[in-house]
Nanobody
Framework: EVQLVESGGGLVQPGGSLRLSCAASGFTFSDSGITWGRQAPGKGLERVATIYSDGSTYYANSVKGRFTISRDDANNWAYLQLKSLKPEDTGIYLC?????????WGPGTQVTVSS
């Protein structure tokens, strides 16, 4: 069974940092791309960053230079380092993978950026 579980969210002041983690199981992690998405209150799901199996990355323009995606293939973890956080970064952050054309998502972790 494919499972993705996020952790590391919380309340942080503007300009602060957080590190989100995604624990993966049930599939060959090292062969799979991992995407972080977020859902802001009242908005649709936004793709934030992707790391592919070869280590190449994609970032949305809104987070480029502030967020860093990484992976640990030995232990089946993916990470999203968030820096210089802004109130508009508030939302539920989810990790996902696509296997045989089907997307699997974790339940998400809440990030709130507020003073």
């Amino acid at each position: 069974e494919v499972q993705l579980v996020e952790s590391g969210g919380g309340l942080v002041q503007p300009g602060g940092s957080l590190r989100l983690s995604c624990a993966a199981s049930g599939f060959t992690f090292s062969d799979s791309g991992i995407t972080w998405g977020r859902q802001a209150p009242g908005k649709g799901l936004e793709r934030v960053a992707t790391i592919y199996s070869d280590g190449s990355t994609y970032y949305a323009n809104s987070v480029k230079g502030r967020f860093t995606i990484s992976r640990d293939d030995a232990n089946n973890w993916a990470y999203l380092q968030l820096k210089s956080l802004k109130p508009e970064d508030t939302g539920i952050y989810l990790c996902a993978t696509r296997l045989s054309g089907k997307d699997y998502w974790g339940p998400g972790t809440q990030v709130t950026v507020s003073s």
